[in-house]
């Protein structure tokens, strides 16, 4: 590399500034390092999840075509009208309140937040 009419700058640091600029340079590269190691290992492990996901989509289809195999290869099964009942009552079952975690997570912080008020 050439330098062609630059003026070249310098500047003067003392021994243990220079010191401690290498050891943070160092210690910047050595995170650097590391924090390549732990991407390289996510797009390993990412890849190997995506593979599998394919594997186990791939599996579900071969298994839907067998079961849709099996069931027009197996006979239908034709019920007696006397097994037939008129008025069929299903029975239905109570509708279930659904349960939201976060109500849990909700009651469990306002038990903190009014033991917190009687330490304090």
Known sequence: MTVKNESLIHVKLEYGEAIQSKRDILSSVRDLIRLLKVIKRYHALRKEELDLKINIFKKIKDLKA????LTSTLPKIKIPDILIKENPKEEKTPARKKEYPDR?????????????????
């Open 66 to 69: 067998d079961l849709a195999k």
């Open 104 to 120: 849990d997570l909700e009651s469990q912080l306002q038990e903190i937040q009014e033991k917190l008020r009687r330490l304090g």
